[in-house]
């Protein structure tokens, strides 16, 4: 592990270190592309494919150009359309309930759990409509949603889950690998994710060969045969060349997986005696540890003092869906979530990647502790 210089910035993602390791064998990888010109789909997407679902131990993987279009299209499989509701969460990224109201469905949002910022199984029952077609839980932040209730649920009612595991790359519920406990699950591979491409990509996963079939079928122009189209589909490809250089990463990810996970237990060490909300792993989970987001009703002033000493954080997220203004339109207000509405007003997501060094995490937990006024030992000081 090398030396931090000090007061060297340390940067909240570091995918230059990462690429450097990589370099040679992702120009390789790219060069293969480069030498047989399948530059959409192609041999190298088909392998990837094949890894991807094999490692998740799923029956079929469907490369997409990124993770958007993988939900968009597992919402068009389930025939989703206007007049349905979708059951989700307001505490995400954009992009779950854009599939939504891509297909003109309405998202029909759940709170969520204060532990997990993950929606709260206990309060789906009385979100389900006549109108419910599909529930569409987040595996945020890398950590698995519990998923026995909402898969009784969606039993009992008869309602599809589609997994967004789009942050949840090498996670696992109860040690089965996220991603294959609903009818189908999404996961993005932009470049920051714990598997990202250099560039675009995203998956769709599914144990269903029908459904792969039309999921193939609609990513390119809803055709399987060239130039006839049997439904109005899409340009979704995933590129060979992120189909390479995918194929590369995949090999990786566990062991850095293992490394976010060691940068976890080590924040957890030196920040249990500061007043911050830490992210606890849930009995039944495995956390891929994609972000590690601390609480604290001062999180602006602490983000603050991080940033003055050159140290890289970031708000995942710092409004929830139905606040946004591009939701307006579905008529919810401030005070309907919450749980929600708090973890966006104290979330505060630390630098977290394999390559983070013991040496940094000293420096940033320092920062916190002098925040807070919390004593150092003076063997931790960091120099
Ligand atoms: C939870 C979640 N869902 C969906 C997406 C969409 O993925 P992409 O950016 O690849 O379209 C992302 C990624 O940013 C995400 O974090």
């Known amino acids: 592990m090398s030396i931090r210089l000090k007061n060297a910035p340390i940067p909240y993602l570091d995918l230059p270190a990462q690429i450097r390791l990589l370099r040679p064998e992702l ?32 029956e079929h993987c469907i490369g997409f150009n990124n993770g958007t279009s993988a939900l ?46 993950n929606i709260d199984p206990a309060l789906i029952e009385q979100a389900i409509t006549p109108r419910t077609r599909a529930i569409l839980p987040v595996h945020l932040y890398g950590h698995p949603v519990h998923l026995d209730p909402l898969l009784e649920i969606s039993r009992k009612f008869n309602l599809p889950l589609v997994e ?19 009818r189908m699950s999404c996961y993005s591979f932009y470049p920051g994710k714990n598997l990202g491409a250099c560039g675009e990509g995203g998956a769709l996963l599914t144990n269903d060969s029908a459904l792969a079939e039309r999921a193939r079928s609609l990513r390119d122009h809803g055709s399987s045969t060239r130039y006839y189209h049997d ?59 994609h972000l590690y987001v601390v609480r604290h009703p001062k999180r602006n002033q602490l983000k603050a003092l991080l940033e003055e000493r050159e140290i890289g954080c970031g708000l995942h997220y710092p409004v929830p869906l139905h606040l946004q203004k591009a939701f307006q339109y579905l008529g919810y207000s401030s005070g309907d979530f919450p749980v929600a509405e708090r ?38 000081l960091h120099s």
């Open 27 to 58: 120009d390789a990888a790219i060069g293969r592309v480069l030498d047989n010109c399948s530059f959409c789909l192609g041999p190298e997407v088909t392998r990837f494919e094949k890894d991807f679902a094999r490692y998740s131990k799923a």
């Open 72 to 117: 968009h299209i597992a919402l068009r499989l389930l025939n989703v359309g206007p007049g349905d509701e979708v059951i989700t969460t307001p505490f995400t990224f954009v992009a779950t309930s854009w599939a939504i109201a891509y297909v003109g469905a309405r998202p029909v949002f759940v709170d969520i759990e204060d532990q997990t910022f």
């Open 164 to 182: 967004d595991a789009a942050q949840a790359h090498g996670a696992t519920y109860r040690g089965r690998s996220v991603g294959t406990f609903g």
């Open 231 to 289: 439904e109005i589909g899409y340009n979704y490809r995933m590129e060979g060349i992120q189909g390479a250089v995918l194929g590369v990463k995949l090999g990786y990810l566990d062991s850095w997986t293992q490394g976010r996970r060691r940068v976890a237990r080590k924040y957890e060490q030196l920040l249990s005696e500061t007043p911050l909300k830490l992210p606890r792993e849930a009995d039944y989970a495995q956390s891929a540890r």
């Open 343 to 380: 973890a966006a007003r104290e979330c505060l997501s630390l630098p977290i990647y394999p390559e983070l060094t013991d040496d940094a995490i000293q420096a940033v937990t320092g920062v916190i502790k002098e925040f807070f006024g919390v004593a150092e030992p003076a063997a931790n």
